[in-house]
């Protein structure tokens, strides 16, 4: 891989030289008139850490990473605007995405005026590497990987990724805001040798702090500069910062959440695929699954009815049909299977 800087819009790239130039303070210090904070109070009256010093370490330390190769995000979905905003040229690069996948790829991309091109899933919701790397040529730019994938809870294989993150000149972003409850290894074994490959986890999903938007990215310590560059300088909040140092210390009990989330996603799904107005749910590696019926609109709203609230994912490319169901605690999917499989319902669902 060519010097990854080389990707970087132009006038980021010296945007961030002259940042970096510029000296912080950097000894210790008991007085600080520096940021017109209120010198009266008891912890929020300061500014939050901009590099997330402590949370940095931490996060390093439980991915066996260098803390300069991450950088955290008011949530993933601030990484994706920023990523795109540094290595996309508006109404000339554009970006490559899979379809259906995660919807904000999109949306940055459109606010950003940078043009989106797409590559369609096999039927069984696989993505063919062949397909990809035939659309993943200039402008293409930045190609969005996510595995497992939103809505589908399909990965790719590890070796897939690797593949196209060797094949492809661009940025290659692998959004695992789900790796938690898959089995697959993560992408982040490929970023010793791919200095192209961006990694996206997310607090949001297995961890439960979606309240909180704490997102990371790794990568490239090159890239993870320029990404510390160009964010917002108080981009987490000292209470989110916080809130992800305790979640994260707390992994035992985290773990056992996933392990017990995995097991309803299994029982839901042999449970859901027995029933007559279900004509497929995809095996999924995510805490959701897709789930094809007969009439998604009248199940949705048959179940809105009462009380529960699901995802009609219909209106994606292959996707007819389609609900994505989110892996409740096991009273929750009690409720909504008892629902489904009420006989009387189910006649009222049928074609
Ligand atoms: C939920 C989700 C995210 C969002 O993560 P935040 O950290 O909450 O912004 C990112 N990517 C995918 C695929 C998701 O499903």
New binding site residues.
Partial sequence: MADVLSLVRPHIRRFQAYSSARSEFAGNASVWLDANENPFGSGLNRYPDPVHSSLSVLVAQRKGVQPDELCI????????DLLIRIFCEPQRDAVLVVQP??G?YEVCAAVNNVEVRSVLAEADFSVSVESLLSAAFPPVKMLFL?SP??PTGRSMAAEDIALVARSFGGVVVV?E??IDFAPQQSALSLLSECANVVV?Q????AVGL?GA???MAFAHRDIIAVLRAVKPPYNVSVLNQQAALDALQRDGEIHEQVRLLCSERERLRSRLSALPIVREVVPSDANFLLVRVVDAAAMYRFLCGRGVVVRNRSSLPLCQNCLRITVGTPAENDALLALLEDTFYQKMLAP
């Avoid at 995000?73 to 994706?80: F, K, P, R």
């Avoid at 997310?202 to 999903?205: F, N, R």
Wanted: with cysteine; net charge negative.
């Fill in positions: 995000g008011n949530g993933s979905d601030e990484l994706i996948s995660y904000m996510c994938n939103n959004d805001a789900y996206l997310t607090l949001s999903k979606a938007r704490v997102g």
